[in-house]
């Protein structure tokens, strides 16, 4: 059953339409306080809300911008004075999706409410699609319990700025997408960057963006990162390595939500949130003049800590599955079952690369497996051997490197072409580390 929400001080009003639109099977709602209404909309989810500009309590154009913040779906239909046209035509602007003057007619409103409620369903149904293809976040666990929630909680509020912080292979980037897809900016861009991958003396350039004439190869204007993420969510991977020079700017971008792009004379409005995202302790770097505390502040609106895996052992059989399955449809192949000594190496193990690590095991492990069961042997993972006294105290990153060459070149049953393959590097690569190593 359609539901509709009037907001509006003129009780008369009220009992008109309340008897016009449930017997036409409408749900209908009243408030008489924008107050009231805000609770009413957040608690009911209303299609279509009737809102009247003039309040008792607050401006209806504030009460058009809350309720657009936390339901941009919702269609809302101003309805007003024949002497407030002029903010009628505001609340357009703002997102409302019609306006009538009082006295309403009847006829024109019924087919704009019956145009709208399935415009809505549409709406609706589009963002439950977006959400369905969200990167899922994995685990039964009390701290991935809290964590969806925060998730969830920031999503609802599309103008915060947030910061996620995590080792590496947490699955910031993650959880950056499902804060974006669960929110009402879900149908519109997702921009993201990683500031480590780009070269210091082009980073202004890709984030702002330039005019034609700004420097000498500048032939055309060209749109930055902040320019097509409008509407959007610009997602900021490794915020630490931001060259000092830009943080300056970009907080200018984060107070006015403007910019200007390199050689331009005019500012550029846009509507975006930022999320970024650091392996580092900011506030530290900031402490020794790394990073510029000032930005770090307005970036810390929200933080959102991600749990390193292991804190969260028993969510590791769960996300194992998971990649077997994900893993295996890629592959095209039926996905293998794994034993429980492979769960018991899996959980026992401390995994300091995290949720990354775990994955790109279990990719190794299928293409390892030559049966339809995953071992333990397959997951070239464990404890060092007894017999090898070299591996009893690895101490140094080499040691650490020359153990795992061997552990997969004992998996891949010496064959150097599968195990460069394993262990991501080239044939000629795996042969200067055997080299080096001594390993035969």
Known sequence: MPRILLIDDEEGIALAFRMLFEEKGYDFLYAGSAARGLEVAARELPDVILLDLFLPDMNGLDVLMKVKASQADTAVIIITGCGEV???????????????????????????????????????????????????????????????????????????????????GTGKEVAARNIHGLSARAGKPFVDINCASVPETVFESELFGYDAGAFTDARHTRKGLLELADGGTLFLDEISEMPLPVQAKFLRVLETRSFRRLGGTRDLKVDIRIVSATNRALFALAEKGLFR?????????????????????????????????????????????????????????????????????????????????????????????????????????????KAHIRKVLVSADNNHSLAARILGISRSTLGQKIKKYNLK
Do not use: H
């Open 293 to 401: 505390k000032d930005l770090f502040y307005r970036l810390n609106v929200m933080p959102v800590k991600l749990p390193p895996l292991r804190q969260r052992a028993e969510d590791i059989p769960a996300l194992a599955r998971f990649f077997t399955g994900e893993l295996s449809a890629a592959m095209g192949r039926k996905p293998p079952e794994m034993d429980e000594g492979a769960l018991a190496a899996l959980c026992a193990y401390d995994w300091p690369g995290n949720v990354r690590e775990l994955k790109n095991t279990i990719e190794r492990a299928l293409i390892l497996c030559r049966t339809g069961l995953i071992t333990s042997r397959d997951l070239a993972l464990g404890p060092p051997s007894q017999e090898d006294p070299e591996q009893k105290n690895m101490t140094t990153l080499e040691g650490v490197e």
């Open 86 to 168: 002029r903010e009628a035509v505001k609340a357009i602007k703002l997102g409302a999706d019609n306006y009538f003057i009082k006295p309403v007619d009847i006829d024109e409103l019924e087919i704009m409410i019956e145009k709208n409620v399935e415009l809505v369903k549409l709406r609706r149904e589009a963002v439950a699609d977006r959400k369905k293809s969200l990167c899922p976040i994995i685990g039964g666990s009390e701290i991935i319990g809290k964590l969806k929630e925060t998730i969830r909680l920031v999503a609802e509020n599309p103008l915060t700025t947030v910061l996620v912080e995590g080792e590496t």
